[in-house]
């Protein structure tokens, strides 16, 4: 049975495992190092998730705030285990944890070819802004 609980860093290498399985993930564009999956969790720690089954990592979620908008990253859940709702679960627990802290606003990114994450979140109810194109640079 699938439970779901706060990610810890001791989750790392499992979640980086899952990751690396899920399509659209991208993770050469960031520090997803454990130092800096550690520094999420830190800076979140009510709002970072795993879903686990038998002491195996099968979903994750990275829930983050900048006080004024929440934001979701490496949302992910195991091939063997998707359309079972553990997804829409781990995203309730980021949501209900942004609104305590009266956050109104949720954001996310998807890279353009992956289209399997864009029909889940817009599935959700998630709206494409078409009025902001992203810019960032590595520090």
Request: charged share 20%.
């Amino acid at each position: 049975m699938v439970q779901i609980r706060k990610m810890t860093i001791a989750d790392y290498d499992q979640a980086y495992a899952l990751w690396q399985k899920t399509p659209g993930m991208h993770l050469h564009s960031l520090d997803n190092s454990q130092a800096g999956i550690k520094q999420v969790i830190d800076h979140n720690p009510t709002l970072c998730f795993v879903a686990e089954d038998q002491n195996n990592i099968v979903g994750t979620i990275l829930g983050a705030t900048d006080g004024r908008k929440g934001y979701f990253y490496h949302m992910a859940v195991a091939e063997k285990y998707r359309h079972q709702q553990i997804g829409s679960q781990l995203i309730a627990n980021v949501l209900k944890g942004l609104k305590q802290q009266n956050i109104q606003k949720v954001g996310l990114f998807t890279v353009t070819d992956n289209l399997q994450g864009q029909n889940f979140w817009k599935h959700l109810g998630f709206k494409e802004r078409p009025d902001i194109k992203y810019f960032d640079l590595d520090l």
